[in-house]
Nanobody, 117 residues
Framework: QVWLVESGGGLVQPGGSLRLSCETS????????MTWHRQAPGKERELVAT???????NYTDSVKGRFTISIDNVKNAIYLQMHSLKPEDTAVYFC???????????WGQGTQVTVSS
C-alpha cells in the first residue's frame, strides 16, 4: 500500500519562502512520476511541478524560477521549495505519485499554503 503525507504548509508573507515535504511509504521512485499540484478555492486542481523517474523536471509557467521539486531517496520524500511567494500561490498543495506500469495515482491529503500580509 502506498501512502503519502504532506507537511510544511502555513501562513507566509508575500515574498517569503516555504518548503513542502511529502513523506511516502517507501515507494521506489524509479517506478513513478512525481508531481505537486495545488487547488485554490473555487478553482480546479492545477499541476505545478513534475519530476520523472529519470530526474527531469518541469514547472507550470507561473512558478518557473521560484519553485523547485526535489526528492530524497534515502528518506523516501518529495519536496517543493517555494520562494518569492505571491498571494496567488495560496492553495492546498498535494503531492502525487503516478506508477508508470500499473497507471495508478496516489495522493496525499494536502497541506494549506496561505500567502498574505
Amino acid at each position: 500500500q502506498v501512502w503519502l503525507v504532506e507537511s510544511g504548509g502555513g501562513l507566509v508573507q508575500p515574498g517569503g519562502s516555504l518548503r513542502l515535504s511529502c513523506e511516502t511509504s517507501g515507494a521506489n521512485f524509479k517506478l513513478y512520476r512525481m508531481t505537486w499540484h495545488r487547488q485554490a478555492p473555487g478553482k480546479e486542481r492545477e499541476l505545478v511541478a513534475t519530476m520523472t523517474s529519470g530526474g527531469s523536471t518541469n514547472y507550470t509557467d507561473s512558478v518557473k524560477g521560484r519553485f523547485t521539486i526535489s526528492i530524497d531517496n534515502v528518506k523516501n520524500a518529495i519536496y517543493l521549495q517555494m520562494h518569492s511567494l505571491k498571494p496567488e500561490d495560496t492553495a492546498v498543495y498535494f503531492c502525487n505519485l503516478h506508477h508508470y506500469f500499473i497507471h495508478t495515482d496516489y495522493w496525499g491529503q494536502g497541506t494549506q499554503v496561505t500567502v498574505s500580509s
